[in-house]
């Protein structure tokens, strides 16, 4: 039996190589005879760069830059030399895994060091930089990613702005006279499934920013600071991209992309599927394992179970997907080439404990698999 497994990360539990990794142990164990292929997955959030680089030549580059709350912090990208590709990953340098959750901030998290990144892939004479954009912990609409690399932003008495976080309202106007020209030269593909305009209940501060630490008192005056720079950014640049789909995306970062950038988004999983080539592997395929943290009905939405899903659909592949939690919709997967979602857990238990053993939850998972398939 040909196995492919190609997981997510579990989110705070697993990274999708560990994952990945732990379901061949388990099916080496439980079936000796079975000939297994790991391809780690990622949709442009983390594990995006790892995934890409375990299945190219590529490499990883290390620089100090600057952590959300602006304090220094070794992270990398992707480098593909042959391409002169750049893979970043915004979680890497602004991600809200780098705080513990009595430091998240929306009011003064900063995707600063996401722009040195991508400064430093500029250096390296990138003519391709593909930037996921899943997992910050941010909320200021990207305006210090492109403080690092230029653009200007000044008060209400003209006065410059060095850090502006996500107090959005304290800027009147932006001057992008000395952003690095490089970014109207390089091709700038962005990674991500999410869809969500920059303002209202359905974009960046309402259905994001829970998540990074805004509470409901924080949403109306956050909402009200993004549409203010929005107005700000569109009389400077005669272009509205609010409602362009993708604009809420990482606290808003897709809608200054979408505004100083022509940049292109792409459904992540959709990049490294093709960067990785693993679609040639399918045809060779009995079997799927893949798996994240939480299947439900929104992982109908870009997420890798169900990309995968309709990949091996294609092939008549059968695709189980592990989940450490199921939620409501699952039913809806099947159509769409997962053919079954098995839970990790054995019982009800805390989610802190099931996190904390979640490589020996998957592995066990897997056995218990395996076994049913030989019966």
Request: aromatic residues 4%; without cysteine.
């Amino acid at each position: 039996m040909k196995i492919l497994i190609a997981p997510d990360s579990f989110k705070g539990s697993l990274s999708s190589v560990i994952a990945a990794n732990t379901i061949e142990k388990a099916i080496i164990e439980a079936l000796p005879s079975a000939d297994t292929s790991t391809f780690p997955m990622a949709d442009g959030g983390e594990g995006t760069v790892d995934a890409i680089l375990l299945s190219t030549s590529g490499q990883r580059i290390v620089r100090m830059v600057r952590d959300p709350l602006d304090r220094p912090i070794e992270a990398g990208f992707g480098w593909l030399p042959d391409e002169k590709t750049a893979i970043i990953e915004t979680a890497a340098a602004s991600g809200l895994p780098l705080l513990t959750t009595h430091e998240q901030n929306p009011l003064h998290a900063t995707t600063y060091g996401t722009g040195q990144l991508l400064k430093e892939a500029l250096d390296l004479g990138a003519e391709t930089i593909i930037l996921g954009l899943g997992g910050s912990a941010t909320v200021d609409a990207g305006v210090g990613l492109f403080q690092a690399l230029g653009l200007n932003v000044f008060d209400e008495n003209d006065v410059l702005i060095d850090r502006v976080g996500g107090s959005l309202q304290q800027i009147h106007r932006i001057d992008t006279s000395a952003l690095d020209p490089r970014l109207q030269r390089v091709n700038v593909i962005v990674a991500s499934d999410v869809t969500n305009p920059l303002l209202g209940p359905n974009g960046a501060i309402s259905i994001f920013g829970p998540q990074k630490g805004v509470t409901p008192d924080m949403i109306s005056p956050l909402e009200s600071g993004m549409d203010h720079f929005s107005s700000v950014v569109i009389q400077h640049t005669n272009r509205n991209e609010i409602n362009t789909p993708g604009s809420g995306a990482a606290g808003g970062i897709g809608f200054l992309l979408h505004s100083l950038l022509n940049v292109t988004f792409r459904p992540g999983l959709d990049l490294v599927v093709e960067l990785t080539g693993l679609k040639k592997l399918l045809p060779a395929m009995d079997l799927i394992i893949t798996g994240e943290g939480k299947v439900d009905g929104q992982s109908l939405f870009g997420k890798v179970p169900v990309g995968l899903g309709k990949l091996a659909k294609e092939y008549g592949i059968p695709v189980v997907a592990f989940a450490g939690s199921i939620g409501e919709g699952i039913e809806q997967l099947e159509r769409e080439g997962v053919s079954v979602v098995h839970p990790i857990v054995t019982g009800p238990m805390p989610l802190e404990q099931a996190m904390a053993n979640g490589e020996d939850l998957l592995f066990d998972a897997t056995v218990r698999l395996i076994k049913t398939i030989q019966l």
